[in-house]
């Protein structure tokens, strides 16, 4: 069974940042892509960004240019950075790895930005 670790979530104003970090459980890290997700009270679980096991990134149009997905190998570990941060970012933030045909879920993590 892989577990995702995630952390780094918290409380901040409008205008500052944070870095999410997700480590999963396995070495197949290396192989997967990885992506965070975001869900806010009463909305779908939307995708924010992701990162393929090549370093190719995609993120969704309300965070580009504020946010960056990258991955470390040596540690086993996809982060978020979160820059600019803005009330409708507030959310509780999801680490997914996509291996073969299975897709696991970290537990979340709450990020709430305050105007």
């Known amino acids: 069974q892989v577990q995702l670790v995630e952390s780094g979530g918290g409380l901040v104003q409008s205008g500052e940042s944070l870095r999410l970090s997700c480590a999963p459980s396995?070495?197949?890290?290396?192989?997967?892509?990885m992506s965070w997700y975001r869900q806010a009270p009463g909305n779908e679980r939307e995708l924010v960004a992701g990162?393929?096991?090549?370093?190719?990134?995609t993120y969704a149009d309300s965070v580009k240019g504020r946010f960056t997905i990258s991955r470390d190998s040596s540690v086993n570990t996809v982060y978020l950075q979160m820059n600019s941060l803005k009330p409708e970012d507030t959310a509780t933030y999801y680490c997914?790895?996509?291996?073969?045909?299975?897709?696991?879920w970290g537990q979340g993590t709450q990020v709430t930005v305050s105007s």
């Open positions: 990162i393929s096991s090549g370093g190719t990134t």
């Open positions: 396995k070495s197949i890290f290396r192989y997967a892509a």
């Open positions: 997914k790895m996509d291996w073969g045909r299975t897709a696991y």
